[in-house]
C-alpha cells in the first residue's frame, strides 16, 4: 500500500513537472524571442577589441548579467532515464541555452542602460551554486546557471 | 574607475601597468531562498534568489577588485575575468581579476 502511495506520488510530481515546465519554458522562449528582437540593434561580438568605436563617446565599460534557471521535476526525471542508455540530454540541452541567452540579454540590457549599442570580448562563466558537483545523483537539484560578460562600448 | 575586459581601451592608451588586482566573496544563500529552489525545481522556471545571489557576487567581487586597483594608483582595469567555484552545497565564490593599468586620453 505504501509503496502503490509512492508512486502515485511520482507520478503526479512528474506530470505537474511536465505541464508546468512545458508552460515555463513555452513563455520563456517566447520571451526572450521578443527581446532578443528588440534589442537587435545592440552588436555583440567575441572579438577582443571595440571595432568602430565612436571618439569621444563616454567610456567603455564592463556589462554584465547572469541567469539561474531550474529543471522542472519531468525533464529531471527524463535526464534519470536518459542516464541509463546515453546519448543527448536535449532537455537540459535547452535548459541551458535559456539560461545563456537570458544572460546575455540582460547583459545587453546592461549596456543599453548604460548608453552604448555594442559589446565586444564577450565571456561566459557558470558556477555551481546548487553544489551539485558534489550532492548525489539523487539529491541533485539540476539547475543552469549563466553569466555573460563583456565591455560595452558606443559604435561611431 | 573604467573597467574593461578588453586588453586596451579605445582612444586612450596604457602608460603604466600596476600589476594584478583580484577581488573574491562567498556568499551562502538563506534557507527561505533554498525551499522556493526546491519548489521551481518542481515547476521549473528561474531561480530568481540564485540569480540575485550571483549579482551581489558579482558586484562586490568587482567593488573589492577596484578597491585594490585604487590603492595602487590605477585608474583602470583592463582583462577582468570571473571565475567561480563551488565551495559546498550552497555557497559559491565569485573572483574577478584583471590588471590594473594607468591610462591617459589619446592626442588626437
Known amino acids: 500500500?505504501?509503496?502503490?502511495?509512492?508512486?502515485?506520488?511520482?507520478?503526479?510530481?512528474?506530470?505537474?513537472?511536465?505541464?508546468?515546465?512545458?508552460?515555463?519554458?513555452?513563455?520563456?522562449?517566447?520571451?526572450?524571442?521578443?527581446?532578443?528582437?528588440?534589442?537587435?540593434?545592440?552588436?555583440?561580438?567575441?572579438?577582443?577589441?571595440?571595432?568602430?568605436?565612436?571618439?569621444?563617446?563616454?567610456?567603455?565599460?564592463?556589462?554584465c548579467g547572469e541567469a539561474v534557471i531550474a529543471s522542472d521535476a519531468f525533464k529531471s526525471w527524463a535526464?534519470?532515464?536518459?542516464?541509463?542508455?546515453?546519448?543527448?540530454?536535449?532537455?537540459?540541452?535547452?535548459?541551458?541555452?535559456?539560461?545563456?541567452?537570458?544572460?546575455?540579454?540582460?547583459?545587453?540590457?546592461?549596456?543599453?542602460?548604460?548608453?552604448?549599442?555594442?559589446?565586444?570580448?564577450?565571456?561566459?562563466?557558470?558556477?555551481?551554486?546548487?553544489?551539485?558537483?558534489?550532492?548525489?545523483?539523487?539529491?541533485?537539484?539540476?539547475?543552469?546557471?549563466?553569466?555573460?560578460?563583456?565591455?560595452?562600448?558606443?559604435?561611431? | 574607475m573604467m573597467v574593461v575586459n578588453t586588453e586596451t581601451i579605445a582612444g586612450h592608451d596604457v602608460v603604466e601597468v600596476k600589476g594584478m588586482v583580484q577581488g573574491n566573496t562567498v556568499r551562502a544563500k538563506h534557507m527561505g531562498k533554498d525551499i522556493a529552489a526546491s519548489f521551481k525545481n518542481l515547476v521549473g522556471g528561474e531561480l530568481k534568489g540564485y540569480t540575485e545571489l550571483l549579482t551581489e557576487s558579482r558586484r562586490e567581487a568587482l567593488a573589492r577588485m577596484m578597491q585594490q586597483a585604487q590603492e595602487l594608483g590605477a585608474n583602470a582595469v583592463v582583462n577582468v575575468r570571473f571565475t567561480t567555484s563551488a565551495i559546498t552545497a550552497g555557497a559559491a565564490e565569485m573572483m574577478a581579476y584583471g590588471t590594473a593599468v594607468v591610462v591617459a586620453p589619446r592626442a588626437p
Open chain 1, 79 to 156: 535526464f534519470g532515464l536518459r542516464n541509463i542508455f546515453g546519448g543527448e540530454a536535449r532537455n537540459f540541452t535547452t535548459l541551458f541555452s535559456r539560461a545563456r541567452r537570458e544572460a546575455t540579454l540582460r547583459m545587453m540590457e546592461d549596456a543599453r542602460r548604460q548608453g552604448f549599442d555594442a559589446v565586444c570580448n564577450v565571456r561566459h562563466a557558470s558556477a555551481d551554486i546548487g553544489g551539485n558537483a558534489e550532492a548525489s545523483a539523487k539529491r541533485s537539484k539540476p539547475m543552469a546557471t549563466c553569466i555573460a560578460f563583456g565591455t560595452g562600448y558606443k559604435r561611431a
Open chain 1, 1 to 63: 500500500m505504501e509503496e502503490l502511495f509512492g508512486l502515485v506520488v511520482a507520478v503526479v510530481v512528474i506530470a505537474v513537472g511536465f505541464l508546468a515546465g512545458r508552460a515555463t519554458e513555452r513563455n520563456h522562449l517566447a520571451d526572450l524571442a521578443r527581446r532578443e528582437t528588440e534589442l537587435a540593434s545592440v552588436r555583440v561580438d567575441s572579438l577582443k577589441a571595440p571595432v568602430g568605436a565612436a571618439a569621444g563617446a563616454p567610456g567603455p565599460s564592463l556589462v
